[in-house]
């Protein structure tokens, strides 16, 4: 047993097969009476196996194989050895690099331009539904609630998703589109940046409150090194209607891949210039001039 949540619980298995190690979610349908907990957990069950091969991107956890045995149902996905999740990194003392948020954040905006390509919204995008592997690369996790087109286990009636990352309109329950998901995925990047979340509210019904009508504090209130273009971006993302956002995953990818241009040529300004402070400082170079020392960098 490697997991365990309010609708299964998750093994670690072989497959032998492949050669490969796999996750095995087995879902909890066994909920002591609870019809409402029951039906939710079918739900998720069929949202999930119905995406079985349909979601094939590097940045995406893939789904193998579902099934039930045994009336236990089932799906198996990939296991990622010693995978933490983005959870980690939304605390003030634990925050990552900026240019390292903006490269995960890209991943994840192609990953889900790539779902809702194929007809498929997340609506669940959070912190703890992003892995990390150990070389630090990406895989959004849990479709257990996403919305599928043509398909009809695609609304779970009574999940919305986690209220701090939802928008306006998921809030209010109003048609959601893929825009829905960059909303929360710039929800996601506020609070990586900040350790903070865009909204703070002392019960739910101030925070969904919030969500639909305040506006969050600036990003360089809270973090004075971001760069003002990126908090552009997330601002962009956090438009209450969503006709004002990215239109596409792939538009806000696009946003930040300008934003890491600029912070790579940025670091590398500065990495410049410590070169040169070093140099400066050893006994060889005392009697270059300052624009000698350039010319040797």
Known sequence: ??????????????????????????????????????????????????????????????????????????????????????????RPDNLLRIDDTVEIMFKCAKALHYAHSRGVIHRDVKPSNIMLTQDSDVRIIDFGIALVSDSDVSRIEGIAGSPSYMSPEQVQSLELTNRSDLYSLGAMMYELLTGARPFRAGNLHKLL??????????????????????????????????????KSGLDFAA????????????NARIDRQEQFGVLRRLKFFHEFSHAEIWEVL
């Open 1 to 90: 047993e490697v997991g365990r949540g309010s609708t299964g619980v998750v093994y670690l298995s072989h497959d032998a097969y492949y050669g490969r190690d796999v996750a095995i979610k087995v879902y909890n349908m066994d909920t002591g009476g609870d019809e409402e907990r029951a039906r939710i957990a079918r739900k998720m069950f069929l949202s999930e196996a119905h995406l079985v091969g349909m979601l094939q991107h590097p940045h995406i956890l893939p789904i193998y194989d579902a099934g039930e045995e045994n009336g236990h149902r089932y799906i198996v996905t990939e296991h990622v050895h010693g995978a933490r999740t983005l959870a980690a990194y939304c």
């Open 209 to 246: 409150h919030q969500i639909v009508y305040a506006t969050p504090p600036p990003i360089h209130t809270l973090r004075k090194d971001v760069p003002e273009e990126l908090e552009t971006v997330v601002a962009t993302a956090l438009q209450k209607d969503p006709q004002k956002r990215c």
């Open 255 to 266: 946003d930040l891949t300008r934003v890491h241009q600029r912070l790579r040529e940025a």
